[in-house]
Nanobody, 115 residues
Framework: QVQLVESGGGLVQPGGSLRLSCAAS???????MAWYRQAPGKERELVAS????????VYADSVKGRFAISRDNAKNTVYLQMNSLKPEDTAVYYC?????????WGQGTQVTVSS
């Protein structure tokens, strides 16, 4: 089973940037991957996805134009570059497959946007 380890979160002021990383323990090259987030008291939501072929990306409307998902299959890693962060981006961020039977969820990485 693939294990996922998210990192790169932290406390940032509004308008700031962070780059999240998701390292997988095995190859994920055949999988379309995604970043999700869960804010306190809310359900987990899909933030961005990237296909396994062609690297096609799709974003939630709330982050379009501010976030960028990418992947490095040689490193079994998926990234999320987050710019122009807003307080409403505060959440725990997770990566996993975009669809199908999910990998075991990692611990996530906390992103807090606050002045």
């Amino acid at each position: 089973q693939v294990q996922l380890v998210e990192s790169g979160g932290g406390l940032v002021q509004p308008g700031g940037s962070l780059r999240l990383s998701c390292a997988a323990s095995k190859s994920i090259s055949i999988n379309s991957m995604a970043w999700y987030r869960q804010a306190p008291g809310k359900e987990r939501e899909l933030v961005a996805s990237i296909s396994n072929v062609g690297g096609i990306t799709v974003y939630a409307d709330s982050v379009k134009g501010r976030f960028a998902i990418s992947r490095d299959n040689a490193k079994n890693t998926v990234y999320l570059q987050m710019n122009s962060l807003k307080p409403e981006d505060t959440a725990v961020y997770y990566c996993n497959k975009w669809s199908g039977s999910m990998f075991i969820w990692g611990q996530g990485t906390q992103v807090t946007v606050s002045s």
